[in-house]
């Protein structure tokens, strides 16, 4: 099927950065008429305009506290001009949602319009902030409400986190739909603050052959929803320029449903510097980078345009144990790197954070994922049981260390995913023995494929019950989710 759709929509997501430019333009209608025309070369396959950046959320300071707007709404964008426009759900009428962006200590209150047809939640993925701001399904916004999300960013929190609805059964639905917004923390003493910033936010588009948004097909719903476009800031494969040696620090969000992503950028020099919750002690070179569903990482990336080198930035082939759906068996090119002009670039620092390890657990627990394909109706397991609003899984306690052990005893890989606060991965298991992690680093998800554990250690500061999941929407939405209730 794919090759053939994507010629015919190739087209029309060259033009996808109309998403972004419409919405900076701040409002629907502006969407009409673009204050730039594409180009005939704009017109072809290769997408190749200038990577958008994502538009920010006005805040104001006020009481001590930054103040801001955020609606959930329909909203039309054209894609191609002479065909009917694609009906999309987005926070301020923006693919992606408006970009937050705070220093660690700063407070935000946000006021909350729900004008979707379904009830919904703003979930901030990530952030450590109190059990009833964050957006749990338990917590609905219905269709026609508002209600206030308000809480403050605890010290040390710099890092790079996301937020997106968690509403109960239509998580997938409303995200695949377009709502999903960046949540930047910044700390006043950063490393790397000399260094130009990239945002890449990475999410998936599937059109129908009418050019609207598609539903999730059977396979969709089994295997986790991809479509035929991997966008980049709302753009697909758009063109970001990168100075020879020049250094730039790029934050990259995996805002997919469920693909998980193979990161590469052969041609260039690539150190990992952060992972999910800020940055890592050290910077590491590293080749590829494995970016589940829901996973955030930063890299210091210079350009060095090798030779026979692709210069983009590529998700390489990656197997992920679909039931239905073919899988990735080719690369794909996210983005176009065109060379700029030399530039020389002052040195990563050899430190960036210091980190202690979480000591010794006080409490074991044991998540297990699996799968029954005989039982339509609860295909998606965690302990052999699917979701329950009213069932507390787990009750913890606020301050005290606890060690998972994430057993993945299905077919497929299943990103587990814990709300509230960050963990440690300590070791893995990758069917044959344990492995140390060898590096720190605070997350909030790790992919674990079949026949695969992870261990991981956390402590939650707040009281209030937590979600833990797998961050393949539509298994979360099926019912591979769970509660731990942490008690003060
Ligand atoms: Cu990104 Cu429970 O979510
Ligand atoms: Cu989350
Ligand atoms: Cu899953």
């Known amino acids: 099927m794919q090759r053939r759709q994507l010629m015919q929509w190739g087209a029309a997501l060259a033009l996808s950065p109309w998403l972004v430019r419409s919405a900076s333009a701040g409002s629907a209608r502006a969407a009409m008429a673009p204050a730039v025309p594409p180009d005939a070369g704009a017109l072809g396959l290769v997408g190749s305009l200038p990577l958008p950046e994502p538009k920010r959320l006005p805040l104001e300071r006020r009481d001590g506290a930054l103040h801001g707007c955020l609606s959930a709404s329909a909203v039309s964008l054209p894609l191609l001009p002479g065909r009917p426009a694609t009906t999309f759900w987005a926070y301020n009428d923006s693919v992606p949602g408006p970009a937050i962006e705070l220093f660690e200590g700063e407070s935000l209150s946000l006021r909350f319009d729900n004008r979707l047809p379904q009830p919904t939640t703003v979930h901030w993925h990530g952030l450590p902030i109190p059990a009833d701001q964050d957006g749990n399904p338990h ?11 308000r809480f403050s960013l605890p010290p040390d929190s710099a890092g790079t986190y996301w937020y997106h609805p968690h509403p109960h059964g239509h998580t997938a639905e409303q995200v695949y739909r377009g709502l999903a917004g960046v949540f930047v923390v910044r700390s006043r003493n950063d490393p790397l603050a000399h260094l130009a910033e990239r945002w890449l936010v990475l999410s998936d588009l599937k059109l129908d052959s009418d050019g609207k948004i598609a539903a999730n097909s059977e396979a969709d719903a089994m295997d986790g929803r991809e479509g035929q476009f991997v966008l980049v800031n709302g753009a697909w494969r758009p063109r970001l320029a990168l100075g020879r040696g020049e250094r730039q620090r790029w934050r990259i969000w995996n805002a997919t449903s469920a693909r998980v992503l193979k990161l590469a950028l052969p041609a260039h020099e690539v150190w990992l510097v952060g992972t999910d919750g800020g940055l890592i002690e050290k910077p590491r070179r590293v080749e590829s980078l494995l970016l589940p569903p829901g996973a955030r990482a930063e890299l210091a990336v210079t350009g060095r345009f090798d030779a026979g080198k692709p210069a983009g930035l590529l998700a390489l082939p990656y197997a992920r144990g679909k039931m239905m759906g073919p899988e990735q068996d080719e690369a794909l090119l996210l983005l176009d790197i065109e060379a700029g002009a030399a530039v020389e670039t002052a040195a990563l620092p050899s430190r960036l954070r210091t980190m202690a390890p979480l000591p010794k657990p006080a409490l074991r627990r044991s998540v297990v994922f699996s799968e029954d394909m005989s039982n339509p109706a609860a295909m998606f397991l ?30 497929m890989d299943h990103p587990f995913h814990l709300h509230g606060t960050q963990f440690q991965v300590t070791e893995r298991h990758d069917g044959r023995g344990w492995r140390r992690e060898p590096y720190l680093a605070w997350r909030d998800v790790v992919n674990v494929p079949p026949g695969q554990k992870a261990r991981l250690r956390f ?27 942490v008690r003060a």
């Open 459 to 485: 402590r939650q500061d707040l009281p209030g019950p937590r979600m833990f999941h797998c961050h393949i929407l539509e298994h979360e939405d099926a019912g591979m989710m769970g509660t731990l209730d």
């Open 139 to 149: 917590d609905p916004v219905l269709p026609g409400q508002s209600r206030d999300y």
């Open 382 to 411: 965690i302990n052999g049981r699917t979701f329950d609003m009213d069932r507390m899984d787990f009750t913890g306690k606020v301050g005290v260390v606890e060690e998972w052990e994430i057993d993945n005893r299905a077919d």
